[in-house]
């Protein structure tokens, strides 16, 4: 058999929490870290300035199946310069395929905010209708 062991010469894990120093991030490490802070902050400051620029934007609200050859999409369209503007509509099978398509011109005297709903006449049953995109009329 082996000898008792004594509490005394198990080494204190407190004793060893105390005595040991914090490691600290040297000066290069830190230079580094603030760089990298500083170019996605660049990043992120360039996304924020591209998205201001844009003259509208547009948000799909819901759509309705009329018919097995009409479908309505209906969106909302925000306005930031003083331009109309021409939205393409599309419905979409269920396969995702195209099987209609639109043009819609809103007109900014209409308003800052406006909400539009587009007819889109269809070669089969649709299963749903969207804002494909929208571009200013200059």
Not at 57 to 65: E, H, K, L, M, Q
Not at 101 to 107: P, S, Y
Request: hydrophobic share 40%.
């Amino acid at each position: 058999m082996g000898t008792p062991i004594d509490d005394a010469s198990l080494p204190d894990a407190a004793e060893d929490e105390a005595s040991a120093s914090p490691r600290h991030a040297s000066r290069r490490a830190k230079a580094w870290g603030w760089v990298g802070v500083g170019v996605l902050v660049l990043i992120a400051s360039w996304f924020g300035w591209q998205s201001a620029q844009q003259p509208l934007r547009w948000n799909d609200v819901g759509f309705d199946i009329i018919s097995p050859t009409e479908a309505d999409a209906t969106f909302d369209i925000f306005f930031y310069k003083d331009t109309d503007a021409v939205c393409h509509l599309r419905a979409l099978n269920s396969r995702f395929a195209e099987v209609g398509v639109a043009d819609v011109t809103v007109k900014r005297a209409d308003g800052d905010q406006q909400r539009i709903t587009g007819k889109i006449l269809t070669t089969e049953e649709a299963t749903t209708a969207v804002v494909k995109y929208c571009e200013p009329v200059d």
